[in-house]
Each structure stands twice: as structure tokens, then as C-alpha cells.
């Protein structure tokens, strides 16, 4: 059963592969679009939502391996704080264009900075942040895409804490050197 399984799975992929091959696909790309975040403080307890938002640029080496870099900005007043968070991110994207969608997934390094205010006083932190994730692009004409929905797992290291944070980003794509 398991053999089979891993069979499938490989025949599945490598007629992506080649079906990805065959499709025309863009040397760089420019996201841009809405982002929410829901972070935690500890754990799982005390989770918090902003809003903000995602862009991203991603060089692709070949039709299917590409280089991204990722900024977010997030906003809010969780527990009565004014609050706002940001992400700088730079790691490998994959993706495989197949006729009518491009999945993505990413695997991001870098820096997450958060800083809190209240009545006066304020904190500031900064962090390693990492976030693994992917999504889906949906061609629209020419060099338009949509963003149907991209989730991350993004994670930090705050005030000697680390986090557990969740990011869903929709928007547009621009895609050129096709």
C-alpha cells in the first residue's frame, strides 16, 4: 500500500513537472495585498489578530526555483496596547505553474520587529523570524495574477518568548519577462 501510495505521488509530481515545463512562466514577480495576522504571546494561549499588509519580490532562477523577498506590516490593539509588527524575510520559493493556477511554497528567514505602547511607555523588540508556507496564484490575463490565498506559519522569538504566529495574505500579482 505504501509503495503504491509513493508511486502515485511520484507520477503526480513529475507529470506536474513536466506539465510546468510546457507552460509559459515569469522571471520576476511582484506581490502586494492585504494580510492578516493572528500572533500569539506564549504558546497558544493569549492569541491576538492585526491587520496589514504583505509584499514580495521573487527572482526565478528557472521555471521553477526562485529567490523571494518578503516585508510585512501589521497593526493593532490587542489587550489594550497599541501594537504593530513587522517581518523581513528572504528565502527560496518552488513553485509549479500548471494549467490556470501556480501553487508556491517558501521557506523564509530573517528579522521580526514588534513594538508596543501604552499610556506613554513603550517596548520595542527585534527578533529572528521564519516562516514556512506557500499558496496559490491564479493567472488573470497577460501579466496579472491573483493571489487567491497565501499561509504562513511565522515564527518569532520575542522578549526571550518564542511565537507561534499564523499570516494569510490575498492580492495581486505582477508578473514579468514571460
Known sequence: MVR????????????????AAQQSTSKFDVFGGYSYFNGSTSGVTNRYSLNGWNGQGTYYLNHWLGATADFGGYYGSPFGLSANNYS?????????????????AHVLFG??????????????????????????????????AVRAGQFDWLYSNHFSTGQNNLRVSTGVVFRFGQ
Open 111 to 144: 528579522a521580526d520587529r514588534i513594538y508596543e505602547s501604552l499610556l506613554g511607555g513603550s517596548v520595542t523588540d527585534t527578533s529572528f523570524g521564519m516562516a514556512l508556507g506557500g499558496g496559490v496564484d491564479i493567472p488573470v490575463k497577460g501579466g496579472l
Open 4 to 19: 503504491r501510495l509513493t508511486s502515485l505521488i511520484f507520477v503526480l509530481v513529475l507529470g506536474s513537472l513536466v506539465a
Open 88 to 104: 523581513f524575510l528572504f528565502g527560496p520559493t518552488v513553485r509549479i505553474p500548471v494549467a490556470h493556477v501556480s501553487p508556491f
